[in-house]
């Protein structure tokens, strides 16, 4: 082919790719393995627009550039294609949700091949597959049947567990679990029922059903994570959500807390990245403080202000007579300066201490809070509301009586769901405390007043003078935990923020719990695992993809769906992040039907060399994942503690929006719109305009006419600026919303793969966010032109011949080889583009024809386009389709070495002109031709040089 025509290219070499598969990949290869992924996909009804295929594009290039330095790549592509999106669809519609996400699938696919990735998509995963959540299943059923041993640090099988209470019981058990898990002996434990002894191990498993608050949304009829909400309303349709009390399953994350800290150490992320997930585990060293309440008694009667109240009959008995509040500090030094106490307004003990008078106020503020989200709650420092429940607790140190207040600021699975309020020492304690008129104390004078008195009590129960007198904060810190453990008020404890992940979503379309219910012997639902032989177990058919009447998840619809034994199946499935958390696990066996992926492929790839992908997901999707990984690394199904090695999470392409100006003007008769040079002499409203009808920023105007019915024909008139519309750019978030989204077979359609490919990688950074704009792709196309003219002229001849390298070209080569391997291993993609334009420009001054040159050059620039250097590798008489497996170039330093120095020439200290010598020209025959030169004699004037200092390689000096 003598003619560079882009659309013949690529459909050639992407059909010839799939029909040899030629990236298809083995798990026994004697090269050395390197794992290339990118961040799981949601295929969306939209498609993929051109920010979408940033990330995918640099690590398609490292792929194939790893390829070439001789590793065995595995480079695979999937599909996270259980959501809310589809199912949202399916109720809008009554269309299933697999048909959709096939259809959507099927779209991502072509448009990824239409970019010429060197995905081996024989390896595919799809997480709404049975045949892949079988194994999602089978994972959260090993979760179910281990417990988490703080003193081996790992998740071990419950028959450990169970060997331990059989032995001595579990006073002495180490391990995280139910905060009513009841304490008992080895005897005590062999005279439980066996009924009994399953429902106490259900309090140690890493999986486990639990009230929790979560983000309800009544109009989806489904939880939602954080990230689904926004501003208190559902980030799908925008309905209102509420906080909300509900029987959810868990898993146990918070026993990882410490490994996924200690695990940031060993990987390659950046440090803001590893920052954010240190934050949000959130580890704090302080004191577990137990502030009794006031007036408590053990006849069910509270004393609260002087006064006898009977504790309501609508509240539980297992919640009757709490002898507490624990609070959990960093800071137990500032209790001296503690005022009142505020409890989540979901803590477990409000019902119990809230007064009779105190119960609307509490209720209705309780209502008000329900209407925000988690993040909302954290996120909103400025506005300060509460409402005191009318009950005291009493200060351990001080014997002060200390009011108790709700307020929406404080979260129940944070710490304990309580903050003693230290007003002198905490901005918000400080806006609480004026806002409700209570005592502000300075926490030294507070501490001084209490020390030097002989007993803060007459009983003396509280404290004795001289605690803390004269220590230091470290010395004050650990005598005061010391004090309050010799008497049972509180004890040192590390705290984490982060808390159990809730693991239910009440939608259809997602993975099926593995799970049934029996009934226990007091009529209780108690669960039970599946055998594995059953799994999967299958999404069911329903008639609606919504609750049931009776507010069930829309699995209740489900005709004669019912386990063999049993009396029900869990009708909740789960959240999206689960087909996501070992996912690239299965790329390494895709398609076992035995397990989750065989020991020998796992032994091969291990882990994730390389993973790109975005921001947001620097929590959950990471965490969650990095968790399952640690889990099955203590099961010993896994080889490595950390799933990615390398991370690097690529920047957003914004959107270059168009705007036309519509005069504000009731004297027309019509729509006037002018031009953007020219509005600033009107009052104008500015309006989005698709930017698929601008071209440079001028404006189609007929185009424009045709997607607004109202203004077509004579119906508008148009203010031009040279005969034509210009329009306003912004940038912007892309998005149809703004119009300004552009498709990628549209620009691969007008200018190729390979001119995308290398533009998006050419607009900067890839870490860094950057605008679209079309109008700067034409120099891209230009360079993938100019590249194709070195081998064929305008009369379509052949130009490469067997001839001589010259030194020049030589030397272009290989710096342009050092610097494209510097930048690749150091993913500075954007400065490589620019150096294959700086290389094909000096080779065609050079008319350079040199088979060596130029073949090397085309295996250099293979991993950017890999189309036109496919077609140009066979033209150049080489095998079709190797260019795969041929070596990255190697850059000869002595080919990179300059011959020539350009010299500065000072005189009287002031630069005039830069003469060129040879390296080796000696510093008597720089001199003697420097002081030849006409324009060094032009600014001596005449005057004879005093003196002539020649540095080597660096500079000539000429004194008058």
Same mark, same amino acid.
């Given at each position: 082919m003598s003619e560079y025509s882009h659309r013949e290219i690529e459909k050639k070499w992407q059909a010839f790719w799939e029909e040899k598969g030629t990236f298809r990949v083995t798990n026994d290869s004697a090269k050395p393995k390197y794992y290339v992924l990118d961040?799981?996909?949601?295929?969306?009804?939209?498609? $993929?627009?051109?920010?979408?295929?940033?990330?995918?594009?640099?690590?398609?290039?490292?792929?194939r550039y790893k390829r070439l330095k001789g590793f065995n790549v595995?480079?695979?592509?999937? #599909?996270?294609?259980?959501?809310?999106?589809?199912?949202?669809?399916?109720?809008?519609?009554?269309?299933?949700?697999?048909?959709?996400?096939?259809?959507?699938?099927?779209?991502?696919?072509?448009?990824?091949?239409?970019?010429?990735?060197?995905?081996?998509?024989?390896?595919?995963?799809?997480?709404?597959?049975?045949?892949?959540?079988?194994?999602?299943?089978?994972?959260?059923?090993?979760?179910?049947?281990?417990?988490?041993?703080? /003193?081996?640090?790992?998740?071990? @099988?419950?028959?450990?567990?169970?060997?331990?209470?059989?032995?001595?019981?579990?006073?002495?058990?180490?391990?995280?679990?139910?905060?009513?898990?009841?304490?008992?002996?080895?005897? %005590?434990?062999?005279?439980?029922?066996?009924?009994?002894?399953?429902?106490?191990?259900?309090?140690?498993?890493?999986?486990?059903?639990?009230?929790?608050?979560?983000?309800?949304? @009544?109009?989806?009829?489904?939880?939602?994570? +954080?990230d689904e909400v926004k501003d208190g309303v559902s980030e799908r349709g925008g309905f209102p959500v509420i906080q909300k009390l509900m029987r959810q399953w868990m898993m146990r994350i918070t026993a990882y807390s410490q490994r996924l800290i200690d695990g940031l150490d060993m990987v390659d992320w950046t440090e803001s990245l590893k920052e954010q997930q240190r934050n949000w585990i959130g580890r704090s060293v302080g004191a577990l403080v137990r502030f009794p309440l006031e007036g408590e008694k053990e006849d069910g009667v509270r004393r609260n202000g002087g006064k006898d109240e009977e504790i309501p009959s609508s509240i539980p008995p297992s919640s009757i007579s709490p002898s507490s509040i624990e609070v959990f500090t960093t800071r137990v030094d500032t209790i001296y300066g503690v005022t009142f106490m505020v409890i989540a307004p979901e803590h477990e003990l409000v019902d119990v201490i809230t007064t009779p008078a105190q119960r609307g106020e509490i209720d209705a503020y309780i209502a008000m809070t329900q209407k925000k989200s988690e993040r909302d709650r954290m996120s909103d420092v400025k506005t300060v509301s509460g409402a005191f429940t009318g009950a005291y607790v009493i200060n351990p140190l001080s014997g002060a009586r200390v009011p108790v207040y709700i307020a929406d600021y404080v979260l129940a699975g944070y710490?304990?769901?309580?903050?003693?309020?230290?007003?002198?020492?905490?901005?918000?304690?400080? +806006?609480?405390?004026?806002?409700?008129?209570?005592?502000?104390?300075?926490?030294?004078?507070?501490?001084?007043?209490?020390?030097? =008195?002989?007993?803060?009590?007459? %009983?003396?129960?509280?404290?004795?003078?001289?605690?803390?007198?004269?220590?230091?904060?470290?010395?004050?810190?650990?005598?005061?935990?010391?004090?309050l453990e010799e008497r049972g008020l509180g004890k040192g404890k590390i705290n984490y923020r982060l808390r159990d992940a809730v693991f239910s979503r009440q939608r259809y379309w997602g993975e099926p719990v593995p799970v049934f219910y029996k009934k226990d012997s007091k009529g209780e639902p108690v669960p039970y695992l599946l055998e594995e032989n059953e799994l999967p177990l299958n999404l069911p058919e329903v008639d609606k993809y919504l609750p049931t009447e009776t507010g069930e998840p829309p699995l209740g619809r489900a005709a004669d769906w019912l386990p063999a034994t049993g009396d029900a199946y869990e009708l909740s499935t789960m959240p999206g992040w689960a087909g996501s958390s070992w996912y690239w696990y299965r790329y390494m066996d895709p398609r076992n039907q035995e397990e989750f992926a065989s020991q020998d492929a796992i032994g091969y790839w291990r882990n994730v060399d390389l993973y790109i992908g975005g921001t947001e997901h620097a929590t959950g999707h990471l965490l969650y994942s990095r968790f399952w990984n640690k889990f099955l690394k203590d099961r010993g199904y896994v080889p490595e503690e950390e799933p990615f090695k390398k991370l690097i999470n690529q920047g957003m392409i914004q959107g270059r929006s168009s705007f036309v100006y519509r005069?504000?003007?009731e004297n027309y008769a019509k729509p006037v719109f002018v031009s953007a040079g020219l509005r600033f002499g009107y009052e104008v409203t500015p309006l989005h305009v698709d930017v698929n009808i601008v071209e440079n920023d001028i404006l189609d105007v007929e185009k424009f006419k045709a997607t607004r019915p109202d203004i077509a024909g004579e119906h508008a008139e148009f203010i031009l600026e040279d005969g034509r519309y210009h329009c306003g750019t912004e940038v912007e978030k892309m998005s149809k919303s703004k119009y300004n989204v552009v498709n990628p077979d549209d620009i691969v359609d007008r200018y190729g793969a390979d001119t995308l490919?290398?533009?998006?990688? #050419?607009?900067?950074? $890839?870490?860094?966010?950057?605008?679209?704009?079309?109008?700067?792709?034409?120099?891209?196309?230009?360079?993938?032109?100019?590249?194709?003219? $070195?081998?064929?002229? /305008?009369?379509? =001849? #052949?130009?490469?011949?067997?001839?001589?390298?010259?030194?020049?070209?030589?030397?272009?080569?290989?710096?342009?080889?050092?610097?494209? =391997?510097?930048?690749?291993?150091?993913?500075?993609?954007?400065?490589?583009?620019?150096a294959?334009?700086?290389?094909?420009?000096?080779?065609?001054?050079?008319?350079?024809?040199?088979?060596?040159?130029?073949?090397?050059?085309?295996?250099?620039?293979?991993?950017?386009?890999?189309?036109?250097?496919?077609?140009?590798?066979?033209?150049?008489?080489?095998?079709?389709?190797?260019?795969?497996?041929?070596?990255?170039?190697?850059?000869?330093?002595? #080919?990179?070495?300059?011959?020539?120095?350009?010299?500065?020439?000072?005189? +009287?200290?002031?630069?005039?002109?830069?003469?060129?010598?040879?390296?080796?020209?000696?510093?008597? %025959?720089?001199?003697?031709?420097?002081?030849?030169? %006409?324009?060094?004699?032009?600014?001596?004037?005449?005057?004879?040089?005093?003196?002539?200092?020649?540095? @080597?390689?660096?500079i000539v000096n000429v004194v008058i």
């Open positions: 961040m799981f996909p949601y295929p969306s009804g939209a498609g $993929l627009h051109v920010g979408h295929p940033l990330g995918y594009i640099a690590s398609d290039i490292y792929s595995l480079h695979p592509m999937g #599909f996270d294609s259980f959501g809310l999106p589809a199912e949202q669809y399916a109720i809008q519609t009554g269309q299933h949700p697999a048909v959709t996400t096939e259809q959507n699938i099927s779209r991502y696919i072509q448009q990824l091949k239409n970019l010429g990735f060197s995905y081996d998509w024989e390896r595919e995963v799809r997480t709404s597959d049975p045949s892949y959540y079988k194994w999602t299943q089978w994972i959260f059923m090993e979760l179910f049947k281990s417990w988490y041993n703080n /003193d081996s640090g790992k998740a071990e @099988p419950v028959e450990t567990l169970i060997a331990i209470f059989e032995k001595s019981g579990n006073k002495a058990v180490n391990a995280p679990k139910d905060e009513d898990t009841p304490i008992f002996s080895a005897d %005590e434990w062999k005279a439980l029922s066996a009924e009994e002894q399953y429902k106490i191990t259900l309090k140690y498993r890493l999986t486990y059903v639990a009230d929790a608050t979560v983000n309800w949304c @009544p109009g989806l009829g489904s939880v939602l994570s +954080n710490g304990t769901g309580a903050v003693m309020a230290v007003p002198s020492g905490d901005q918000r304690d400080w +806006n609480f405390a004026k806002h409700f008129d209570l005592p502000i104390i300075p926490i030294l004078d507070a501490q001084k007043e209490i020390e030097t =008195q002989a007993d803060a009590t007459k %009983e003396g129960k509280y404290i004795n003078s001289g605690i803390i007198n004269g220590l230091g904060y470290k010395e004050a810190t650990d005598k005061l935990i010391q004090w005069v504000k003007n490919r290398m533009y998006e990688m #050419f607009l900067g950074p $890839l870490e860094q966010a950057k605008p679209w704009n079309t109008n700067g792709i034409d120099g891209t196309y230009r360079f993938i032109r100019k590249f194709w003219r $070195l081998f064929y002229n /305008d009369n379509a =001849q #052949f130009l490469v011949k067997d001839v001589a390298s010259r030194p020049e070209e030589l030397k272009v080569l290989h710096k342009t080889i050092k610097k494209i =391997q510097e930048d690749i291993e150091s993913f500075s993609f954007n400065t490589a583009v620019s294959f334009m700086v290389c094909v420009n000096e080779l065609s001054s050079l008319k350079c024809q040199s088979r060596d040159i130029l073949q090397p050059l085309v295996v250099l620039l293979s991993s950017y386009a890999p189309h036109i250097t496919e077609e140009l590798w066979a033209a150049l008489g080489n095998e079709p389709g190797t260019l795969g497996k041929a070596s990255f170039p190697v850059w000869e330093e002595k #080919f990179t070495v300059d011959d020539v120095f350009e010299y500065p020439v000072q005189i +009287n200290g002031k630069v005039r002109i830069s003469l060129p010598f040879a390296l080796d020209t000696p510093a008597s %025959e720089i001199e003697k031709q420097v002081l030849a030169n %006409e324009t060094v004699l032009k600014w001596m004037e005449g005057k004879a040089a005093k003196k002539v200092i020649v540095v @080597p390689k660096r």
